[in-house]
């Protein structure tokens, strides 16, 4: 049986970057800058909370240590319901994703930042996949029948069309901005003006892409799109051109 990988529906719930839906943790420093450079992550679905510590699943159904301190900053939820909580607050069935100093061999990850997603909206995410929204990895593309073939966070091969109410929209990377109806995630592309208008043909086998839309006749049809490219350069505010797979970090 498959595992839904909550680490990865997690990440869309508190508006990381969809830049790579099959990582659980990284042991490399992060490319580009920001606030998260040079820092490492790991994310999943709590297990449980003792202390000051979170034990987490992963999406590989690893589990992980997720250690804090007095100074470790913990941001749950975005909008007007988010901002910092008390780590008192964080509980079995969140998702979280953590940056900081990973020890890979002990499996535990020291955390300067903790962002949460509370159970509830992870849960829906689960729930509405693949029917009121998607996120994944474009597998293979059918231009003459208007058609994809993506795999999702949760390692399902899902086949998604597109109609005369779809649009597609290219950015740096895609963002989660709060939940629509039915418990659909508000997808938007990254960079300026919100993404680059593109076609169903200007999409790539490897590209990362999400949106909202809805089942018609059993298929799964978005109305935007949102693609990124992993890997592909961008110049940041300085003119350097720098790597455009982001940190998950709130954009």
């Not at 042991?27 to 994310?43: D, L, N, S, T, Y």
């Not at 992963?58 to 910092?84: A, C, F, L, W, Y």
């Not at 020890?103 to 949460?116: E, G, S, W």
């Not at 939940?179 to 919100?194: D, H, I, L, N, S």
């Amino acid at each position: 049986m498959k595992r839904t990988s909550a680490w990865a529906l997690a990440v869309l719930a508190t508006g990381f970057c969809l830049s790579g839906p099959r990582a659980s943790a990284q042991e490399g420093g992060e490319r580009g800058g920001g606030q998260f450079a040079g820092m490492q992550r790991a994310g999943g679905e709590v297990t449980a909370v003792a202390g000051a510590t979170l034990t987490i699943r992963t999406e590989t159904g690893d589990t992980m240590k997720i250690v804090t301190t007095d100074n470790t900053k913990v941001m749950k939820g975005r909008g007007q319901s988010g901002g910092p909580v008390k780590f008192s607050d964080l509980k079995v069935g969140d998702g979280v994703m953590a940056a900081g100093n990973l020890d890979a061999q002990n499996k535990t990850l020291h955390a300067a930042i903790v962002f949460a997603t509370d159970a509830v909206q992870v849960k829906a995410l689960k729930e509405n996949l693949g029917k009121t929204y998607i996120a994944g990895t474009v597998k293979s593309i059918d231009l003459d029948d208007a058609k994809m073939t993506v795999e999702r966070p949760d390692h399902v091969m899902q086949t998604i069309g597109f109609d005369e109410s779809t649009s597609f929209k290219r950015g740096r990377g895609m963002r989660m901005n709060g939940f629509g109806a039915g418990g659909a995630p508000e997808v938007q592309a990254t960079g300026e003006a919100g993404g680059e208008s593109i076609t169903l043909a200007d999409i790539k086998v490897g590209d990362n892409v999400g949106g909202q839309g809805s089942l018609k006749s059993g298929v799964f049809v978005p109305t935007q799109l949102m693609v990124s490219t992993p890997g592909a350069r961008r110049r940041g505010a300085g003119g350097a051109a720098g790597s455009s797979t982001p940190p998950p970090g709130p954009q």
